[in-house]
C-alpha cells in the first residue's frame, strides 16, 4: 500500500495532499512558498493564460500584510493592537470586522477554548519565534505569575469588540495591554481568500492548496478523480496515518501538538495554549482535524477542539455541522460518522 502512494505528488504540511498526475489537455502548475510563518503549497490545473502560482501565493501574504499580522506595522490587527489603552474606539475595515463577527461567536460557542484575543499570552511564550518545530538549548518556560499577568491582559472580552449597526461602523477599544492574535485562523482565512479568487477565474478547473496544516480542494481533477488529503500521524508526522477522499470545495485543518513546540529539561511545550490556564492545553489529545465548509471553519474548530479534549470538542463541530478526526494520546483514533465515511487509515 506504501508503494502505491509513492506514485503521489505530496503536498506537505501537517495534512498533505494528494494528487494525481496526468492532466488530459490541462496545464498543471505547482509552487511552494513560505508565508505566515509556515509552508504553502499548491498544485492547480488551468487552462493557459489563467491564474499564475505567482498571483495565489501573493494573496496569502497581502492578507498577512494588510490584515492579520500583529508584528507588521502594515497590518490593520497589528494597528488596532496598538491603539489598547488609549480608550478610543478604533474602526474596523468591513474584511476584519467580519472575521472578528465569526470569530466572536466561535469563541462563545467554545466557551472560550477558542480565543482570538491571547496576544499577550502567545508573546510571552515567544510562540511566533518557534518556527521550524523543535528549539534546543536556549527556550526557557515563563514564570506562573508571568503567565497569570498575561492571562489577565488576554481574553476576547477585553478588545470590547463591536459589531457594525445600522450606520456605524464595526470597531474595538482593546483594553491597556490586550492584543489580538487571528493565528489560529489566518492559515484558514488565507484559503478563503484563495477559493474566492479562484472562482474569479474561469480557467482554473481544479487546485488543492496547503498553508501549514490547512488544506483547500477546489473544482475537479482533469480526470475527475476525487481529491486525496493526508492526514499526519502525530508520532511520525512525515508519514500520513489515513487519507481522507473529497470532492472539491472542501476545507481540511488539523492542529496537533507536533506542528509547532520546543522543549527545556525534557518537557515538551506546544503551540496551542488553554485560556484556562496560560500553558499548553493538555486535554488528552494530539491532533484533530476538522473539515468544514470554510476555512476559518475548519482552522478555528481544529485549534478549539484540541483545547476542549475529545467530549466537547465532539459536541462543538457537531453543532456547526462539521466532520472530525481525533488522535489520542495513546494513538486512538475516533471521529464523527462523516468522517469515517471520508477517511482510509493506511495500512
Ligand atoms: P492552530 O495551529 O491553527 O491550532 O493555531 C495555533 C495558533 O493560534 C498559535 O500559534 C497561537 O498563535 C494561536 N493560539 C494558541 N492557542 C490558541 C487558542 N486557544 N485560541 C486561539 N488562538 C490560539
Ligand atoms: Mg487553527
Known sequence: MKRFFRVFVR???????L??????????????????GTVVRLTVFAEEG??????????????????????????????????????????????????????AELTKDSEGAFDP??????????????????????????????IAEALSRSGFARIHFKPPFGEEPASVCPEEGAALDLGAVGKGLALDRIREYLETDKTVTGAVVSVGGSV???????????WKVGVADPENPS????????????????????ERFVEEGGV?????????????????????????????LSDGLSTACFVLGREKGMELVERYGAEALFVEQDGAILMTPGMKALFRKTQ
Open 11 to 17: 503536498l506537505l504540511g501537517c495534512a498533505q495532499a
Open 117 to 146: 484575543a491571547l496576544g499577550p499570552l502567545t508573546q510571552l511564550w515567544d510562540i511566533d519565534g518557534w518556527a521550524g518545530g523543535r528549539r534546543t538549548g536556549a527556550f526557557r518556560a515563563p514564570e506562573e505569575r508571568d
Open 268 to 296: 515538551r511545550y506546544h503551540h496551542i495554549l488553554d485560556p484556562g490556564t496560560g500553558f499548553p492545553a493538555d486535554s488528552g489529545l494530539r491532533s484533530v482535524t476538522v473539515l468544514a465548509d470554510s476555512g476559518l
Open 50 to 103: 489563467g491564474t499564475q502560482k505567482e498571483e495565489i501565493l501573493a494573496l496569502i501574504k497581502e492578507l498577512e500584510e494588510d490584515t492579520l499580522s500583529w508584528r507588521l506595522e502594515t497590518a490593520e490587527v497589528c494597528r488596532v493592537n496598538r491603539t489598547a489603552g488609549s480608550g478610543e474606539r478604533a474602526e474596523l475595515s468591513d474584511a476584519l470586522a467580519g472575521i472578528l463577527e465569526q470569530c
Open 19 to 36: 494528487l494525481l498526475c496526468g492532466c488530459g489537455g490541462t496545464r498543471e502548475f505547482t509552487g511552494a512558498d513560505t508565508a505566515m
Open 239 to 258: 508519514e500520513n496515518l489515513g487519507v481522507l477522499t473529497l470532492d472539491g470545495g472542501a476545507f481540511v485543518s488539523t492542529s496537533g501538538d507536533y
Open 216 to 226: 483547500l480542494t477546489y473544482g475537479k481533477k482533469p480526470d475527475g478523480a476525487p
